[in-house]
């Protein structure tokens, strides 16, 4: 599944362990699909959705800081989204009068923990209003950090859509952790990816973590796969859009990162919270949220594959136990199985994330704990 060749899954794979305490970390394969350089254990990559995750667990310092709390509604930090308008129904066009009722209660900052906002991708069928958010520039496709305007604007067309469903009663992927990242900018009164580096990152030691890449020279590429199947460049190195400060630091999907990163954060979890987080907002990331209805319905079925989500992770309960942790679209995969002490992550550069060698790499990890 890992190295040269048409037929193979990726060209390159990291994988990194965690196990009572002890990190190991092996490389295999190369950078590109063509036979480039090895790829290296220290590769620097695209987080994509692991983003969030790390943006969650900034929102919980603040949190524990007292700068938010889970209950209030965001209309302090965020007006642009105080007194909102919620479809009747998703196929309802945004600018009929008579297509919207008015929210139940405000939007809190536990919504957008728990992807509960109101908003988000539609699996259901056509959303006219899900149209003219892409529209917008609000991003809802591959990760690209020069795509959405600047916080502010991003947010004020935000503001001037309705909401898809009523506040807290649906989970829906994955605008909320965009609004999160620009809550946790204005409460803290600096951009996201200062506060992040502080109350996060640097505590930690994920030193090549952030949204601008620190180490060029460690950066590799990353692919598309198209329908036939060969790989097409997503995004290079020396011309990599990673390079460059972004105009919207997107808590959903903007870090870039390493595996061994990957590691420390899962490791900090595993050890009740590795002085960042307290012992409580651990739990609160690590335990489902959802109600049974809220994991049955066609959005989180789509993504959650059974499971639920807590305060910016999946969660689901296996043969072996609780498993917890996050995939991302351009390839990096994270889990922990805290009844065992172990954390896994795997690192990949393909959009979108290769199901073989995912399933292949979770099942060899719960085979071997069973």
Same mark, same amino acid.
């Given at each position: ?6 037929? *193979? ?5 990291? @994988? ?71 479809? /009747? ?10 297509? +919207?009722?008015?929210? &139940?209660?405000?939007?809190? @900052? *536990? ?8 908003? %988000?991708?539609?699996? &259901?069928?056509?959303?006219? +209003?899900? &149209? ?85 020279? /460690? ?5 598309? /796969?198209? *329908?036939? %199947? ?16 972004? !105009? ?11 595996? *061994?990163?990957?590691? /420390? ?13 307290? !012992? ?91």
């Amino acid at each position: 599944m890992v190295g040269e060749g048409p037929d *193979e899954q990726v060209p390159g794979a990291v @994988v990194g362990v965690r196990y009572r305490g002890r990190t190991s970390l092996a490389a295999r394969g190369a950078t590109t699909p063509d036979a480039g350089d090895p790829l290296r254990p220290d590769a620097v990559v695209r987080l994509s959705s692991n983003t969030k995750p790390l943006v969650a667990a900034c929102a919980l310092r603040l949190v524990a800081d007292g700068a938010l709390a889970l209950d209030e509604p965001v209309d302090r930090l965020l007006p642009e989204l105080a007194d909102r308008r919620v479809l /009747r129904r998703l196929d309802a066009d945004p600018d009929d009068p008579g297509a +919207t009722v008015a929210a &139940e209660r405000p939007v809190t @900052v *536990e919504d957008l923990l728990t992807m509960r906002l109101g908003f %988000g991708f539609v699996v &259901e069928g056509p959303c006219p +209003t899900l &149209e003219r958010a892409a529209a917008l520039g609000l991003g809802f496709g591959p990760p690209d950090p020069h795509g959405p305007p600047p916080p502010d604007e991003w947010l004020v067309g935000l503001g001037s859509l309705p909401l898809l469903d009523q506040p807290g009663r649906a989970w829906r992927y994955e605008l909320s952790f965009a609004v999160l990242g620009v809550l946790v900018a204005r409460a803290a009164g600096r951009p996201l990816g200062d506060v992040l580096a502080e109350l996060v990152l640097a505590p930690l030691g994920m030193r090549d973590t952030g949204f601008v890449v620190g180490a060029p020279d /460690r950066l590799v590429p990353s692919f598309v /796969r198209g *329908e036939d %199947g060969p790989l097409a460049l997503f995004d290079g190195v020396a011309d990599s859009r990673w390079l460059t400060p972004p !105009a919207f630091p997107d808590g959903r999907s903007g870090l870039v990162g390493t595996a *061994e990163d990957m590691l /420390r954060f899962a490791g900090a979890l595993l050890d009740g919270g590795g002085g960042v987080l307290t !012992a409580d907002a651990v739990a609160a990331m690590t335990t489902d949220r959802l109600t049974p209805t809220q994991r049955a319905a066609p959005a989180a079925a789509a993504f959650l594959d059974g499971g639920g989500w807590g305060h910016g992770v999946g969660v689901v309960e296996t043969a072996v136990g609780r498993r917890y942790g996050w995939a991302g679209g351009l390839g990096t995969l994270w889990y922990s199985w805290p009844d065992h002490d172990l954390a896994a992550v795997l690192v990949t550069q393909v959009l979108p994330p290769s199901g073989p060698v995912f399933a292949a790499f979770t099942s060899t990890i719960e085979d071997a704990l069973a």
